[in-house]
């Protein structure tokens, strides 16, 4: 018979959940490439994979990649501003960060097709929506804890604010380039997008304001973050 061990400690709470958390992280990390997959391969199989179906499927999934994006730069201020119901969205910040990344890993890809069949992009497009990449990659890196450590509490509240600002100002570039003779159906299918990238940026600086007013001058980025 076995005799149970009585002197063994239960693992601490945060020992517990982290497998599960990492799983889950993985999870959100592999559903969203999926499914981005998934769209780009949809698209392809019925428009194509010339250049037409190929700018398509970049459309596709840009807008995957933003509603992948826009609970990762607002969270924290949704839940500062209209509290508790947000804080799930708040508490996933990482995952929807991780979960952007994957899917505009298939959007780079299929950049790479359209190089790669004669329709490079301009260069101008290379700079601008390239350094929009690089800020999500140099996110990815620096959401590691030991390397976020390195950088410390303000450098990491720098990347966050310069590259997560940028990345939205890119997704508004695109999203506001309506061509003047657009139909209404093809403009209202654009109005969510525009008004989440106006809206994204609203309350972030209200949340601010606010936690600047209540905080009464102490440094904002010493705490914790939130990404
Ligand atoms: C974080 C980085 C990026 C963001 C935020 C982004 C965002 C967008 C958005 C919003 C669209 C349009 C979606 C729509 O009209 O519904 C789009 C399409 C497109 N993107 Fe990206 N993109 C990024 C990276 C890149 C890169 C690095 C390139 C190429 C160098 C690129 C090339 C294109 C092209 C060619 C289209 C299709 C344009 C069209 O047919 O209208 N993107 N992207």
């Given at each position: 018979?076995?005799?149970?061990?009585?002197?063994?400690?239960?693992?601490?709470?945060?020992?517990?959940?982290?497998?599960?958390?990492?799983?889950?992280?993985?999870?959100?990390?592999?559903?969203?490439?999926?499914?981005?997959?998934?769209?780009?391969?949809?698209?392809?199989?019925?428009?194509?994979?010339?250049?037409?179906?190929?700018?398509?499927?970049?459309?596709?999934?840009?807008?995957?990649?933003?509603?992948?994006?826009?609970?990762?730069?607002?969270?924290?201020?949704?839940?500062?501003?209209?509290?508790?119901?947000?804080?799930?969205?708040?508490?996933?910040?990482?995952?929807?960060?991780?979960?952007?990344?994957?899917?505009?890993?298939?959007?780079?890809?299929?950049?790479?097709?359209?190089?790669?069949?004669?329709?490079?992009?301009?260069?101008?497009?290379?700079?601008?929506?390239?350094?929009?990449?690089?800020?999500?990659?140099?996110?990815?890196?620096?959401?590691?804890?030991?390397?976020?450590?390195?950088?410390?509490a303000s450098?990491?509240?720098?990347?966050?604010?310069?590259?997560?600002?940028?990345?939205?100002?890119?997704?508004?570039?695109?999203?506001?380039?309506?061509?003047?003779?657009?139909?209404?159906?093809?403009?209202?299918?654009?109005?969510?997008?525009?008004?989440?990238?106006?809206?994204?940026p609203v309350?972030?600086?209200?949340?601010?304001?606010?936690?600047?007013?209540?905080?009464?001058?102490?440094?904002?980025?010493?705490?914790?973050s939130s990404?």
């Open positions: 018979m076995r005799l149970a061990r009585p002197a063994q400690r239960a693992p601490g709470p945060q020992l517990a959940t982290r497998p599960m958390r990492n799983r889950s992280t993985a999870l959100w990390i592999v559903g969203a490439f999926a499914t981005a997959l998934a769209l780009a391969v949809a698209v392809l199989a019925a428009l194509g994979a010339g250049e037409r179906g190929t700018h398509v499927a970049l459309q596709a999934t840009a807008r995957l990649a933003f509603v992948l994006f826009w609970p990762a730069y607002c969270a924290g201020a949704l839940a500062a501003l209209f509290g508790p119901s947000f804080q799930p969205w708040r508490r996933r910040v990482r995952e929807f960060g991780l979960a952007f990344a994957a899917a505009l890993l298939v959007h780079l890809g299929l950049v790479a097709w359209l190089t790669y069949i004669g329709h490079a992009p301009s260069r101008d497009t290379f700079i601008f929506f390239g350094s929009a990449a690089a800020c999500t990659y140099m996110l990815v890196l620096f959401s590691v804890s030991h390397l976020q450590r390195a950088l410390g450098g990491w509240w720098l990347l966050r604010i310069v590259g997560l600002n940028y990345i939205i100002y890119a997704f508004a570039v695109d999203f506001f380039r309506l061509p003047a003779s657009a139909s209404a159906k093809y403009l209202m299918g654009y109005l969510p997008f525009v008004l989440l990238c106006v809206a994204g309350l972030r600086v209200t949340a601010f304001g606010q936690r600047v007013l209540t905080s009464g001058g102490k440094p904002w980025h010493s705490g914790r990404h």
